[in-house]
């Protein structure tokens, strides 16, 4: 991962076709190099978590190339590698895993991120409706241990809920993320794979909970 992190480090300074083009090889194995790590990671959770048995690297892995039409920063490039781990059959919306690779920012999530709107609302429903459920959840030792719970929220509980509902504040999120920070020594270290896989282990109640609501 070193050299891995060195590119994304270089690219973050030259961020332009000229010196992406010229350093072309540097991308391809610091891509590959990626790739690698998310398939190990891939076939290790799916040994407890059987919805990923068969997925391969290439289909999780996002394209290092950025979106600019809508966007004030025309930066070609992200600075960054991201793979998000969904079974078979999830689905777009539904909540998985994601691996995010970034000099001085790399983290682990899981939980859903820009799902569609009935899904959100069932979610809500979940929560409020089975809330002992939930909160053993974010309760439990290992899972405050290992995340913080994010994600961009409204100022008010959404319609059709009670705006005194115990669990309001978690009903207010509009997407709810769980967040595992990793240190670059982390990501340097030999046991990165082992401490990835254990942390994603710790997300899968939260993540069934809310897989459990959108069947």
Known sequence: MKETL????????????EWFNVHKEMFTA???NFADFVQSLIDVVAGFDKTLAGLLA?????RI??????????????????????????GCGK?????????????????IHMTEPQNLKAVREEISGNSDSFLKIINNREFAENFSIRGEKLSRVPQ????????????????????????????LSDQLLDDCARVC?????FNRFINASLQ
């Not at 909540?95 to 939980?111: T, V």
């Not at 009670?162 to 709810?176: R, V, W």
């Open 30 to 32: 610091a891509s590959d």
């Open 95 to 111: 909540a998985g895993y994601y691996f995010h690779l970034e000099p001085g920012s790399s983290f682990l999530a899981g939980g």
């Open 160 to 187: 059709g809920f009670d705006k005194d509902d115990p669990m309001a504040e978690y009903l207010k999120h509009k997407e709810i993320l769980i967040h595992h920070s990793i240190s670059d020594r982390e990501i």
């Open 65 to 90: 190339y950025r979106d600019v039409r809508f966007s004030k920063d025309k930066s070609p490039y992200k600075t960054y590698f991201g793979a998000n781990l969904m079974g078979k059959g999830a």
């Open 6 to 17: 060195q590119f994304l480090k270089d690219l973050k300074k030259n961020n332009n076709r």
């Open 58 to 62: 290439k289909d999780s892995v996002f």
């Open 201 to 205: 282990q710790a997300m899968v109640p």
